[in-house]
Structure formats: structure tokens, C-alpha cells
């Protein structure tokens, strides 16, 4: 399923009440997101992702950007 849309609904919802939000996708569909949380509910907004394939426009108006690639160790869980 794709859950774009209840992320961010959730992260509307939220933005009121914290002064930051950690977004764990690098898909470009979130920027108006972003936009949105940072310009009008002044946000914080972090965003973390492979940036291998990470939408660079969305890497670009994030905050702060954490490249799982250089966390993989500590972020990814093994089975």
C-alpha cells in the first residue's frame, strides 16, 4: 500500500504540537510537505534516507539530511 498520504496527514496533525519531525523517506512527493511544516508551522524538518536515491530537491530543503548508507550498522537491524 501506499501510505504517502496518511504520513502526511500525521505529520499536519503533529506539527502543531512538536518542534520537529523526522521524515524517513527520501521521496520527493513529501516536499510540499516539508514545505509546508517549515514555512507555516515553523518545523524543523529531518529527513532520512538512502541519498543514493533520495530526491536531491528534497535533501536540499531539509534542515538536516541523514544518509542511512553511512548509519547502516547502527540504524539497520540484521535477521
Known amino acids: 500500500g501506499d501510505w504517502d498520504i496518511g504520513i502526511a ?4 496533525r503533529l506539527g502543531h504540537k512538536v518542534d520537529s519531525i523526522i521524515l524517513v523517506s ?8 516539508v514545505n509546508y511544516l517549515q514555512q507555516s508551522l515553523g518545523c ?3 529527513v532520512a534516507a538512502f541519498k543514493k536515491s533520495a530526491n536531491h530537491e528534497l535533501v536540499e ?5 541523514v544518509n542511512i548508507d553511512e548509519h547502516v550498522k547502527s540504524l539497520l537491524f540484521r535477521i
Not at 496527514?9 to 499536519?12: E, F, G
Not at 530543503?61 to 539530511?65: E, P, S, T, V
Open 9 to 12: 496527514m500525521d505529520a499536519i
Open 44 to 46: 524543523l524538518v529531518e
Open 26 to 33: 527520501g521521496d520527493g512527493d513529501f516536499k510540499p510537505v
Open 61 to 65: 530543503i531539509a534542515d538536516d539530511f
